[in-house]
Nanobody
Framework: EVQLVESGGGLVQPGGSLRLSCAAS????????MKWVRQAPGKGLEWVSS????????SYAASVRGRFTISRDNAKNTLYLQMNSLKTEDTAVYYC??????RGQGTQVTVSS
């Protein structure tokens, strides 16, 4: 059974940083492309970033490119999202997900002064 557990969210001021983590189990993490998606209040799911199995290829939504960095540690079965220069519009529940859209419970990120 795929299990994904996100952590690292919280309340941060605009311009601040957070690092999200996602602990994966129940599948072969190192063989799986992974992604981060988010859902802002009252809105649908939005793709944020993806990373290939080895971590050497990444892609980002235009809204976060240059501010967010996705990475992974296959030895630790963990996915990361480093978020810098956060904006109020980044407020959302962030989920890590497999390409087949299995998701964890999410972690809340709130950007507010």
């Amino acid at each position: 059974e795929v299990q994904l557990v996100e952590s690292g969210g919280g309340l941060v001021q605009p311009g601040g940083s957070l690092r999200l983590s996602c602990a994966a189990s129940g599948f072969i993490f190192s063989s799986s492309e992974m992604k981060w998606v988010r859902q802002a209040p009252g809105k649908g799911l939005e793709w944020v970033s993806s990373i290939n199995r080895g971590g050497g290829s990444t892609s980002y939504a235009a809204s976060v490119r240059g501010r967010f960095t996705i990475s992974r540690d296959n030895a630790k079965n963990t996915l990361y999202l480093q978020m810098n220069s956060l904006k109020t519009e980044d407020t959302a529940v962030y989920y890590c997900a497999t390409l087949s859209d299995s998701r964890g419970q999410g972690t809340q990120v709130t950007v507010s002064s």
